[in-house]
């Protein structure tokens, strides 16, 4: 077996064992609520047998680790419980299954996302490398100047600002992003174009930035002072000799970024009032609906992990002294 | 093929009045300041200096290439028939590679990690067409064969990190001579190797230089390397020339007082003094780091009281290890180290404060040994504070008296240890063993980071301490030169054990040991035919 | 000055020299060439801490007093307006100065203590504590923080004391990578080991050789950590999670008066009203940022970046 199989199989092991303890944390989390929760969700009225038998469901007279083992199994095959809302003191339950709640809002989500992503990515590469290699020209500097402003923005200003000037002021786009399940490809492209826009601003100043820096860090290196003095173009330097070396820093900063975009979808989608699972969480937040609250931050800590893997992954698979060990 | 543009004896290269600017701190510095050079086809001219006498500036300079940072403010390179300080990029980028060639100090980071060797080798040919691949291959293999490369037709399919540190920077040649340049620029090649490898690389460097008749500029701050290597030798010093003479005449007969003060350290020498009463000796010890492999076995060193004993070894031999087992900072796993007919405890949190005190420890690089974060005064004051519990004017007063033994005046007394030049930094370091008042200071390659001047007056400063207080010195180092200027006895170490201890005149003299006979011969000496006596020798 | 014959040495001479040259004076000569985005900076910083700090002498009205005229405009008795249910604006601005910085503030000191303190005892310590602190931050921050600090915040409540908790505790991840890489690079130095050759204990040790040489990262990072802090409990009162009212607070008063954008063509000063609060967080992190980015580069000279 090639040794860097092993290496790759090692940190797919790490990922899965740090799944483990984010899930036992997050599992861990209704360990923390106060006795007498049930009895606050379903109402001062209700009777000893509701809250009873709401007990039994949540499995509370079985030990914790019981608990654990049952709630991780259900959630491996797709089952993430029920929802606290919509419970009644009478013991009637109108609650809805969490994976309904959830799934149509994490697909409204991965497509906003994906939309900033799709935009961002390659500019804030593009950005990055030039101001790199441009290094210190006056392009680099107002790009700097601009995105270190940028990222000292919250969310939400940005986001306001282009409501301000593109919905309200000068009424191109929505402010609201109400899509739904019908909602046509088209629409929800112009629905989701402020949204994704202030998602884009804030992704491609922190990526355009930790790009630069990357390259920087390996324009330095003396391998590429010595393709230089070989005599090689500017464009041979850059794609022969730094572009074999950039894939992992690149992957890096990239994966970085989209965890970042995971997180700053959340403000994005309550300002715009986007069905998204950014949203359903801040409800359920208000609401403390720990089910729901638990599989969203599931969903989002499993995203993170993803992408962090991934990145270390390439990393692996592009580092020659893996690849061709001694 | 022939990339030859002219016959031996041309001028392939002149430089006039160069001069070139540095920007650091926020403002421009001078480095280069007016040097001319002139360079004939098939000459080698070795450039030597200390740190900062812009050698490697000027280096590059004759490419017309400065490092980001640099400017070439005036001056010319006339690299055969063309200004190459007035050239557009193109006109340089068509010299470099292919017929001005470039060897760098550090070949492990100057090779690229993603691409195989054979592939960078043969790159500067293929990137002006020079030949086609197959030729371009076939002659690159041709040269590993005679850089004495092991494996020269499949070495070339390895990636840098494949192959060891010698082996790299012949390979480095071997990129250097692909397209057959007129001329290539040596930057401290050897300068990151262990005398045993050195001699190897240089040997191949030399005979390839020679068989193609290449000119060449070598630079280093190593003046027997420069003697085997240079048909002529330029002197710089802060960015200026000192003087320029073949070979031979400069070191018959050096003009300037500068040049004939790097040559001095070379001629100090200690007449050993023997001595039977030990102070400190390590007793049959093993030792590793963390329980993994072993890297001292069975050492055994006696120390006699007020004598220095040097250590001699390469990387890897042990040297710095023993001084660890002694410090206490690695217990060894067998054996034990005596000190004063006692033995002491093998770990260092068991020690008192008095065994601390009478044990002292000198690093290589003041630079870390220092913290950047205090003064001087604070650095030297700690241990009398500590151990003697000076304080106020007493401890002021004893300051000032260690900055005289160290022959500082007493403006260093609040500086800051990055205001201080190399030299005075390892004095400062040398300062605060002493504040301790020890019987035992141990110095670790406390030289080699220097220049040759400034190792020379750390020397005779160690040595009128140590004549001045009977101070015992145990000296690790690398250098032979070093040995001779210090050592009453000699162990020598290699991979992890002790191969001889004894006087310094018995192990100087055959017969020696198979290591020890290897070691010497290895050592550049300033004879300019060493090297080719060597050759023939074996 | 009266020397006496008696104390004077050249040491106490240089002893005066020393006097001259105190990090005040160095700060000096550095704010002369500081650029002027730093100078920007340290002016909207000293500003704002003016404001926060004289909060209550500033503001023209109570932090929670409830007028009759809810939505009023701009101009009059009000600055800008009141809001939804008649607070005054600018006062609730001039108090939410002070109670979005104090809690950002506390927040980052608490993290630094947090982060720091076990940052430098993996660093020295090393082995098995190392490990287990340095994989137990691994987990922690393998969960996004604000996702985190919404679960959270879900079991424990939203007060003030819970948010600076949370926040402080999440944050200190951080912290701690920082001062436990930074603090590795100083250890493995040759001065430390000297220090620990000579029988130093490690307390001084940890103050004298590694606390001084740590510092400078360490500024800069509480630069930062606090506009991440600040950003991030903006963010989270934004999303009606986190400072309550009725503490007046900037991120709670965008989203009290958000709705007040889509009037823009009508009256252009009442959409501004949410873009107040909203700039004063943007206008902090920025200057903090430019201060930042100045500290870094008189500290590590040439570092271009982090």
């Known amino acids: 077996m090639h040794p860097i199989l092993g290496t790759i199989i090692q940190r797919l092991l790490l990922g899965l064992v740090t799944l483990f303890f984010v899930s036992l944390i997050i599992f861990s989390s209704v360990e923390f609520l106060p006795g007498d929760f049930t009895q606050a969700i379903l109402g001062q009225a209700a009777t000893e047998d509701t809250v009873a038998a709401f007990r039994a469901e949540l499995g509370l007279d079985k030990p914790a680790y019981i608990r654990y083992f049952d709630w991780i199994g259900a959630v491996a095959q797709g089952d993430l419980g029920y929802s606290f809302s919509g419970r009644s003191a009478s013991g009637v339950d109108r609650s809805r299954a969490v994976v309904d709640l959830v799934a149509p809002r994490l697909g409204n989500t991965l497509f906003l996302a994906g939309m900033a992503a799709i935009v961002s990515v390659p500019l804030a590469l593009v950005l990055g490398i030039t101001a790199a290699l441009y290094r210190n020209s006056f392009y680099d500097r107002s790009v700097n100047a601009v995105t270190l402003t940028t990222i000292s923005f919250p969310e939400f200003f940005l986001a306001y600002l282009l409501i301000l000037f593109f919905a309200s002021l000068w009424p191109v786009f929505p402010s609201l992003a109400n899509v739904n399940a019908e909602t046509e490809l088209i629409d929800r492209i112009y629905k989701c174009i402020l949204p994704a826009l202030t998602l884009t601003l804030v992704i491609v100043a922190h990526m355009m930035r930790m790009t630069r820096a990357a390259i920087i860090n390996l324009l330095a290196s003396p391998y590429i002072e010595m393709s230089q003095l070989k005599g090689l173009s500017k464009a041979k330097v850059i794609m022969r000799h730094a572009l074999p070396n950039a894939w992992a820093p690149i992957a890096t900063v990239i994966a970085f970024n989209l965890a970042y975009l995971v997180v700053g979808v959340v403000v994005v989608e309550v300002v715009f009032v986007y069905p998204g699972i950014g949203q359903l969480m801040v409800d359920a937040v208000t609401t403390r609906d720990i089910p729901v609250v638990q599989a969203c931050a599931l969903i989002f800590a499993t995203t993170y992990i993803l992408l962090n893997l991934t990145a270390d992954i390439i990393g692996i698979v592009t580092n020659p002294r893996l690849l061709h060990p001694r | 093929m022939s990339t030859k543009h002219g016959k031996k004896g041309d001028i392939l290269l002149e430089m006039k009045d160069i001069r070139i600017d540095g920007f650091s701190d926020e403002r421009w510095h001078k480095i280069i300041k007016g040097i001319d050079l002139t360079l004939h086809r098939g000459e080698v001219m070795g450039l030597i200096g200390e740190s900062g006498a812009g050698k490697s500036t000027l280096g590059l300079a004759s490419m017309g290439f400065t490092k980001p940072g640099c400017k070439i403010t005036s001056g010319s390179v006339v690299f055969d028939g063309k200004d190459l300080v007035t050239a557009s990029e193109d006109e340089k980028r068509s010299l470099w590679g292919t017929r001005i060639a470039y060897v760098a100090q550090s070949a492990a980071a100057s090779f690229n990690p993603a691409h195989r060797l054979l592939n960078q080798t043969v790159e500067a040919s293929l990137n002006q067409n020079l030949q086609s691949r197959d030729l371009a291959e076939a002659d690159a293999r041709d040269l ?394 074996r | 000055m009266t020397d006496t014959p008696q104390a004077y040495s050249a040491a106490a001479e240089i002893g005066q020299i020393r006097e001259r040259r105190t990090w005040i004076q160095i700060a000096k000569i550095e704010l002369k060439k500081a650029p002027y985005s730093a100078w920007f900076g340290l002016i909207v910083i000293a500003i704002y801490l003016f404001v926060a700090i004289f909060a209550p002498l500033l503001a023209p009205h109570g932090e929670a007093e409830i007028f009759p005229a809810s939505f009023a405009p701009w101009g009059g008795d009000f600055v800008f307006g009141t809001d939804q249910i008649g607070r005054d604006i600018f006062s609730r601005l001039i108090y939410g100065a002070r109670n979005t910085i104090g809690i950002a503030l506390a927040t980052t000191l608490l993290s630094f203590a947090i982060g720091g303190s076990l940052g430098l005892i993996a660093a020295i310590s090393g082995g098995w504590l190392d490990q287990l602190l340095s994989r137990f931050v691994d987990v922690l921050m393998a969960i996004p923080g604000l996702i985190f600090a919404l679960m959270l915040l879900t079991i424990f409540g939203s007060s003030i004391l819970s948010l600076i908790m949370i926040i402080a505790v999440l944050d200190s991840t951080r912290v701690f990578r920082l001062t436990r890489s930074v603090s590795v690079s100083v250890v493995v130095m040759d001065y430390v080991e000297a220090a620990k050759l000579r029988g130093e204990k490690l307390g001084w040790i940890m103050r004298r050789e590694i606390l001084p040489n740590i510092m400078p990262p360490l500024i800069a990072e509480f630069g930062l950590r606090f506009s991440f802090v600040f950003l991030t409990i903006a963010a989270l009162s934004f999303l009606g999670l986190g400072i309550q009212p009725p503490t007046a607070d900037w991120g709670s008063m965008v989203r009290d008066n958000a709705s007040m954008i889509q009037f823009a063509k009508y009256d252009l000063t009442a959409a501004l009203t949410p873009m107040i609060p909203a700039g004063a967080i943007a206008l902090l992190t920025v200057a903090v940022n430019f201060v930042v980015d100045w500290f870094l580069h008189i500290t590590s000279g040439l570092n271009d970046e982090h």
């Open chain 2, 144 to 537: 590993y064969k005679q850089l004495q490369l092991p494996e020269p037709e499949n070495i070339g399919d390895r990636y840098p990190h494949q192959v060891s540190g010698g082996q790299l920077q012949r390979m480095m040649t071997a990129m250097a001579m692909s397209p057959r340049p007129d001329l290539i620029i040596f930057d401290e090649p050897t300068t990151a190797l262990d005398v045993t490898t050195q001699v190897e690389v240089l040997v191949a460097m030399r005979s390839i230089v020679e068989k193609f008749n290449t000119a060449a500029l070598y630079i280093t701050h190593d003046l027997a390397v420069v003697a085997q290597m240079a048909d002529v030798i330029k002197v710089l010093r802060y960015g200026k020339e000192v003087e320029e003479a073949d070979t031979r005449k400069m070191l018959k007969s050096p003009k300037e007082e500068y040049t004939k003060s790097l040559w001095s350290v070379r001629a100090l020498e200690k007449a050993e003094a023997p001595s039977d009463d030990i102070i400190l000796s390590i007793n049959n010890v093993d030792a590793a780091y963390n329980g993994s492999l072993k890297v001292l076995h069975d050492v055994n060193i006696k120390i006699p009281r007020g004598r220095t004993v040097a250590v001699v070894g390469e990387s890897g031999s042990g040297k710095s290890t023993t001084a660890r087992v002694i410090t206490g900072l690695l217990p060894p796993m067998v054996g034990n180290v005596e000190f004063n007919d006692g033995a002491l405890p093998a770990e260092l949190k068991d020690r008192t404060k008095d065994q601390l005190q009478r044990i002292q420890m000198i690093y290589q690089s003041a630079d870390t040994a220092m913290n950047p974060r205090q003064t001087i005064a604070e650095i030297i004051g700690r241990p009398l504070e500590f151990y003697h519990g000076l304080s106020g004017l007493q401890k002021q007063e004893r300051i000032l008296e260690l900055l005289k033994m160290i022959e500082l005046d007493e403006s260093f007394y609040d500086r800051f240890p990055s205001e201080l030049s190399g030299g005075q930094k390892q004095r400062v370091c040398i300062a605060r063993a002493l504040a301790a008042d020890p019987e035992i200071i141990i110095c670790d390659e406390v030289t080699s980071a220097l220049d040759q001047i400034v190792q020379e007056g750390i020397l005779k400063l160690l040595l009128n301490l140590q004549k001045e207080y009977n101070i015992t010195y145990l000296f690790i180092t690398h250098d032979i030169a070093v040995v001779n200027a210090i050592s009453d006895e000699i162990v020598v170490m290699y991979q992890g054990a002790v191969i001889e201890q004894g006087l310094k005149s018995e192990i100087m003299s055959p017969p020696h040991p198979e290591y020890t006979q290897l070691l010497l011969n290895s050592v550049p000496e300033m004879d300019p035919d060493w090297l080719t006596k060597l050759v023939k020798s």
